[in-house]
């Protein structure tokens, strides 16, 4: 058994005692720092990411200092951060779970999951994932449709790493690492699946690996290149030594280290823990129920701060943006209507942050499309799917994005999905009598309410029923509006060649099929209107696609367009393509094996859409 060799030297021991320690000796170990460090701006890594722990620290203690304003800056840059990761694995984990996956958050994230009583103090910055071998290709199409894109290995050497791991990307900050259990892992690693507790995160349950696994693989790491550094390692260990929500049993964690072959560096770590910050685990010995054959299911508590402050977060971001971006595009002569999002919240919900939302949506009249493009890009916005071909973007908007710890997007529209006709008569009817809205300190352009009406019920025949905001914008409409209005809407759907449109989505309600039964609205909807409202796998909107266009040569043009996608369009939609040139050709040799495999699926729910007219047909 090797001896432990991972203890911090003397100047990090002093940063640790003032972040870890309580009261005066906090302060006078951040006091010794400060006289070898005047400045904290040239912190780096490890001693950087201790920061905030170091706030919340020294801010306990009442310490009067000039850089404890700079550490409370860094704290709340944490704090969001870890709450929009939390909120991310959540929505993976959820999804995975939908799928049939079996997910267990590891390393960082599960320290936040599993102990939540501050998460602004630990720094976190990928979400590692642990799942099974055989799970690994269903996990990365449902990882895909989230928009997470697998990043290539940047090196021969870092390859030869990978073949456990795969690494993957969410805009330019939100990156995930999906680790695999293989039978090449020792036992002792394997092991954590049955050492598990399940854990709560933003109402999704999931595993983690149960506090004191946590804590051994801090302590005590089996293999060196598994070891983390003593900045790390020692603020993660009292984070779960001093967390209510640990209960650690001595002997089982020792021997679990014995197992691996760690059991002299877990005692080394201990008693270096207990001598310098008094973190024992005397008083909660055999507290620890004893995990069965497959695993515990201790529950462990929720933290203090929920999804509802982080939507908050992002809400104030897309106003600031919002606040900005609007004088700037009445300077450049583009008056926008903001549609969906902020103007739903304001006009539907009692309170208007019950409606979250993700984007900017702005309708632009078409001869000043550009100039609005010009102005985004002034601002530092650049187009989303630029590279991918015509025919692969959408034909109604473009998406803009401006990156940084909250990426905004702006879409904007020329026209409305389901809205067919001349884009600049959809612009004035649209913005018609339109109304001025103060939102984030500016005043913006909302439709009036006949034509929020219409935008609400095209918006849920766009998304289907399985579209739980569409719906619930359709159902508080539907209970909010009255019927003057309602008849407003249905008249201006049908001056825009929309009625049958409009009434496919009302009809998505058992409210909106009485409404559209009064209002004298058929339900003779068109087939790719009916085909949307399933919410259909992709393989039968290109089945719908691919009947309806005109001409032999323009359909094999299509097809060979689905076959062989552009390269941006196919990196965006497989994680293969992401792994260099190889991958890239591996990915084109898969496609159509894919769409394949997928094609049953497409027709069956492409048949129902058919049958479904056939019979509107039949009894008109």
């Given at each position: 058994m090797r001896p432990h060799t991972r203890f911090p030297s003397a100047d990090e021991n002093v940063l640790l005692r003032a972040a870890l320690v309580s009261g005066p000796p906090a302060t006078a170990a951040w006091h010794e720092f400060r006289a070898g460090h005047p400045g904290i701006e040239h912190l780096d890594g490890d001693a950087f990411a201790l920061l905030p722990r170091l706030f919340i620290n020294l801010h306990k203690s009442n310490l009067e200092d000039p850089a404890m304003g700079v550490m409370r800056g860094i704290y709340r840059r944490t704090w969001y951060a870890s709450q929009m990761l939390l909120h991310a694995a959540a929505q993976a984990v959820l999804a995975l779970r939908r799928d049939g996956v079996r997910p267990m958050l590891i390393r960082g994230i599960a320290l936040l999951a599993s102990h939540p009583e501050d998460i602004g103090t630990?720094?976190?910055?990928?979400?590692?994932?642990?799942?099974?071998?055989?799970?690994?290709?269903?996990?990365?199409?449902?990882?895909?449709?989230?928009?997470?894109?697998?990043?290539?290995?940047?090196?021969?050497?870092?390859?030869?790493?990978?073949?456990?791991?795969?690494?993957?990307?969410?805009?330019?900050?939100?990156?995930?690492?999906?680790?695999?259990?293989?039978?090449?892992?020792p036992e002792h690693v394997r092991g954590l699946w049955r050492e598990t507790v399940v854990t709560t995160v933003r109402d999704v349950q999931t595993l983690a690996?149960?506090?004191?696994?946590?804590?051994?693989?801090?302590?005590?790491?089996?293999?060196?290149?598994?070891?983390?550094?003593?900045?790390?390692?020692?603020?993660?260990?009292?984070l779960i030594i001093r967390s209510p929500a640990s209960s650690i049993d001595h002997r089982r964690l020792r021997a679990r280290a014995e197992q691996g072959g760690s059991g002299a560096e877990l005692d080394a770590a201990l008693g270096y823990l207990k001598a310098e910050f008094g973190l024992g685990l005397a008083s909660r010995a055999s507290a620890t129920p004893r995990p069965g054959a497959t695993r515990s299911m201790i529950a462990i508590p929720r933290g203090r701060l929920d999804l509802r402050r982080v939507e908050s977060f992002r809400r104030l971001a897309l106003e600031g943006a919002l606040a900005e971006l609007m004088p700037a595009l009445e300077a450049g002569g583009v008056r926008p209507l903001l549609i969906k999002g902020a103007a739903f919240a304001s006009w539907l919900y009692d309170d208007p942050r019950e409606r979250s939302y993700g984007d900017i949506d702005l309708l632009v009249a078409p001869d000043r499309f550009a100039a609005a493009e010009a102005v985004l890009s002034e601002l530092g916005y650049e187009p989303l799917l630029d590279a991918m071909r015509d025919r692969e973007r959408p034909d109604h908007t473009t998406d803009w994005m401006r990156t940084g710890l909250l990426p905004l997007v702006v879409e904007l529209h020329h026209t409305m999905v389901l809205l067919p006709g001349d884009p600049s008569l959809i612009w004035q009817r649209l913005s018609e009598g339109a109304l001025r809205l103060e939102l984030g300190g500016t005043s913006v352009s909302v439709p009036t309410e006949p034509v929020a009406a219409l935008i609400v019920g095209l918006h849920a025949a766009q998304?289907?029923?399985?579209?739980?905001?569409?719906?619930?914008?359709?159902?508080?409409?539907?209970?909010?509006v009255d019927h003057d209005a309602w008849r407003a809407a249905a008249r201006l759907a049908d001056s825009l060649d929309a009625a049958a449109n409009f009434a496919a989505g009302l009809r998505l309600d058992p409210a909106g099929e009485e409404l559209c039964g009064r209002l004298g609205l058929t339900s003779s909807a068109p087939r790719h209107v009916r085909l949307r409202a399933t919410t259909p796998p992709r393989t039968a909107m290109g089945i719908e696609?691919?009947?309806?266009?005109?001409?032999?040569?323009?359909?094999?043009?299509?097809?060979?367009?689905?076959?062989?996608?552009?390269?941006?369009?196919?990196?965006?939609?497989?994680?293969?393509?992401?792994?260099?040139?190889?991958?890239?050709?591996?990915?084109?040799?898969?496609?159509?094996?894919?769409?394949?495999r997928a094609l049953p699926r497409g027709l069956r729910a492409w048949s129902r859409a058919a049958s479904d007219q056939s019979g509107d047909d039949t009894n008109m």
């Open positions: 630990r720094p976190v910055n990928v979400i590692d994932l642990l799942i099974a071998p055989r799970e690994r290709g269903r996990a990365l199409t449902r990882l895909r449709a989230l928009g997470w894109v697998r990043q290539p290995p940047g090196s021969a050497a870092e390859r030869l790493r990978a073949w456990d791991r795969v690494d993957l990307m969410r805009g330019p900050e939100q990156r995930l690492t999906l680790h695999l259990s293989t039978a090449l892992i690996p149960s506090s004191a696994e946590q804590l051994r693989l801090a302590c005590a790491p089996t293999r060196a290149r598994w070891a983390p550094p003593p900045l790390r390692w020692i603020p993660d260990a009292a998304h289907g029923r399985s579209h739980e905001r569409s719906m619930r914008d359709l159902h508080l409409a539907l209970e909010r696609q691919l009947v309806t266009t005109p001409g032999a040569l323009a359909r094999l043009r299509l097809l060979i367009e689905v076959l062989v996608p552009s390269r941006a369009r196919l990196l965006a939609t497989s994680p293969l393509a992401g792994r260099g040139s190889l991958g890239l050709a591996c990915a084109y040799l898969w496609r159509p094996l894919q769409l394949l």
